[in-house]
């Protein structure tokens, strides 16, 4: 079977990885690797290439690196490789129509949500923002709208209670690359069967915006907690004190009250800070231009005095 796999970010290479792990046995010919364009970033702004392209270099993969997939001559590069199927996984490019109907089988997805909840570009982050019990898998069968193609495979993963965006992630990525394999092993047999999502459930996970990060005191312990932990480790919640911002990397709710905001209690357990509801310790904290601590060192660095008020 002759694929053509897109993705760009680490999520992506886990799945390109197990496809990888399993082209002797599953006759899996990934032909062409797909990534957005090498990217600046560090300090120096230095272009950097994608997990992808990493991955795909260290097995000796062609990589294409077009800006859009709507120009005619990267769609005429792509149709001269008559695959049989395209995989695609955080990619980040919208595919036209007439890339999804160009290889054999069209284009099968892996979405870190159990759809249709969840549908969008950030669903990891906003499950456990919102509380959910669970999340998962879905191997889709893309077509042209936002995620809401029909579902051929899914498996279901708890989210735990201290679980991150960062933890999830690397629960799912790889659940999403052995499914992917299943998917196609299935497909090869002849015996995938594609169902319909259904229109009861339908949720959208928006992009996650840097302005998002400022946490309101006066909602409840319970959701800034979620939220702590659902923009860990992008954009990283803050709070502010005085002229500092304060990143919030950990926090616990505690059986505590106050005027939201108000700092009840900081000493090496943590800062505790009321809220709308309850109040929340602060664990793991940075300031700007430092690194990630416990209370216990942060507030050796910057002492906060009981009665201080975040805002």
Not at 235 to 244: L, R, W
Request: charged share 15%.
């Amino acid at each position: 079977m002759k694929i053509i796999f897109a993705g760009t970010p680490e999520f992506a290479a886990a799945a390109l990885q197990a496809l990888l792990d399993a082209r002797m046995n599953a006759q899996l010919d990934v032909i062409q690797v797909l990534t957005q364009p090498d990217r600046p970033a560090g300090r120096g702004l230095q272009l950097q290439p994608s997990a992808i392209k990493q991955l795909a270099l260290k097995h000796q993969l062609p990589v294409f690196q077009p800006k859009t997939l709507r120009d005619e001559t990267v769609q005429a590069q792509l149709r001269a490789l008559d695959a049989d199927v395209m995989v695609v996984a955080a990619y980040g490019l919208i595919l036209p129509q007439a890339v999804l109907d160009m290889p054999r089988h069209g284009c099968l997805n892996i979405h870190a949500s159990l759809l249709p909840r969840w549908r969008g570009a950030a669903p990891i982050h906003r499950a456990i923002e919102a509380g959910d019990a669970e999340t998962g898998i879905t191997i889709m069968q893309m077509d042209a709208g936002l995620d809401t193609g029909a579902m051929l495979l899914t498996q279901s993963l708890p989210i735990a209670a201290d679980d991150t965006t960062a933890t999830l992630h690397d629960n799912l990525a790889p659940l999403g690359g052995r499914l992917m394999v299943q998917a196609l092993q299935q497909l090869q047999a002849g015996i995938l069967r594609a169902t319909p999502q259904p229109e009861a459930g339908v949720t959208y996970a928006h992009k996650i915006l840097k302005e998002e990060a400022t946490l309101d005191w006066t909602q409840s312990a319970e959701v800034l907690a979620r939220r702590i932990r659902a923009f860990n480790p992008f954009p990283g919640a803050t709070g502010q004190m005085h002229d500092t911002t304060i990143k919030l990397w950990q926090a616990h709710v505690v059986q505590q009250s106050g005027t939201p905001g108000t700092v009840l209690q900081a000493d090496a357990q943590g800062i505790v800070v009321a809220c709308g509801t309850q109040a929340l310790r602060l664990e793991t904290l940075q300031r700007p231009g430092g690194k990630k601590l416990p209370a216990a060192n942060f507030l050796q660095g910057l002492p906060v005095p009981v009665g201080a008020q975040f805002t």
